[in-house]
């Protein structure tokens, strides 16, 4: 990772420490020293909590969660104007030159709101963001239109129902979220598996504020979280349930390598 002003000036086009965020820092610090101590977006949230839940006990620093550096990786800065224009240059570059029919943009939270949707618009293709929430109005509100304060993305990955899927299909001891507001989230261990939270899930998202249900990214596991595999105990039938939901989901569906081949592995993530 870039951790000192020699080794921005290696990167191109963004070699100018001026594009990168150094929220927090003191007066008159200089790059490398607040390289060795950034103020990292990760810790904006109090303890258990994440993107969205404004009412953490530790309390929600939200922009230190959008100008904080991911874990040390330094954090460009989307409000400067170069910045800007060559990420927005950039984009319309890759989709053009690899004629590419979507994109999944990671960790879409930790940017502006604005700049989100000046990118959407300049992909001309679907992007869905990785929104790791359970904030219904909050995941939603990425897929908004950017005059009502949205981020204007085309779709968002369906983490809400992602969080409920290991026990709906599995009986996964652990149920992430089952408020569904972002206010807390609950942490209840369940002896078999239930489809209930699951739906009552479904059911609030086909009320809430996404611009298309048809564009939420549906998925089972992923590079960061335990494999289906691991979360069923290797029980096949429960498997195949679980991805039948995935494919026939409202959505785009989303299989990760290696699933079909029943891998296990992983301990990350809440199932």
């Known amino acids: 990772p870039t951790r000192n002003a020699a080794d921005v000036a290696t990167v191109h086009p963004f070699n100018k420490t001026a594009y990168y965020h150094t929220y927090h820092a003191r007066p008159g610090e200089s790059f490398d020293s607040y390289a060795r101590h950034p103020a990292s977006s990760l810790s ?14 530790g309390g ?22 170069y910045v800007r224009s060559e990420l927005l240059r950039w984009v319309k570059h890759m989709v053009t030159t690899y004629s590419l029919d979507a994109l999944r943009l990671d960790t879409a939270p930790y940017m502006q709101m604005d700049f989100l949707a000046e990118l959407q618009q300049a992909a001309g293709v679907e992007i869905i963001g990785e929104v790791t929430a359970s904030n219904l109005s909050y995941h939603a ?38 408020l569904f507001d972002g206010a807390t989230e609950k942490v209840a261990t369940v002896p078999t598996a239930d489809l209930r939270p699951l739906a009552s899930v479904l059911e609030l998202q ?19 979280v335990t494999r289906l595999a691991s979360v069923c105990n290797s029980d096949l039938l429960r498997m195949e349930h679980a ?29």
């Open 243 to 271: 991805l039948a939901f995935v494919i026939l989901m409202r959505g785009v569906p989303i299989i990760y390598s290696g699933t079909e081949q029943a891998l296990k592995g992983g301990t990350g993530g809440p199932l």
């Open 141 to 178: 509100s990425f897929t908004a239109p950017a005059d009502q304060g949205g981020g204007g993305l085309d779709g968002v990955l369906n983490f809400p129902a992602y969080y409920q899927l290991g026990h709906a299909f599995c009986g996964a001891a652990s149920v992430q979220g089952a």
């Open 44 to 57: 904006a949230f109090g303890p258990g909590c994440g993107p969205g839940d404004f009412k953490c006990a």
């Open 60 to 81: 929600y620093n939200e922009a230190q969660m959008l100008d904080g550096w991911f874990y040390d990786l330094a954090d460009l800065n989307q409000s400067h104007p």
């Open 206 to 224: 086909r009320a809430a504020a996404y611009s298309s249900l048809d564009l939420l990214g549906v998925f089972v596991d992923n590079h960061d």
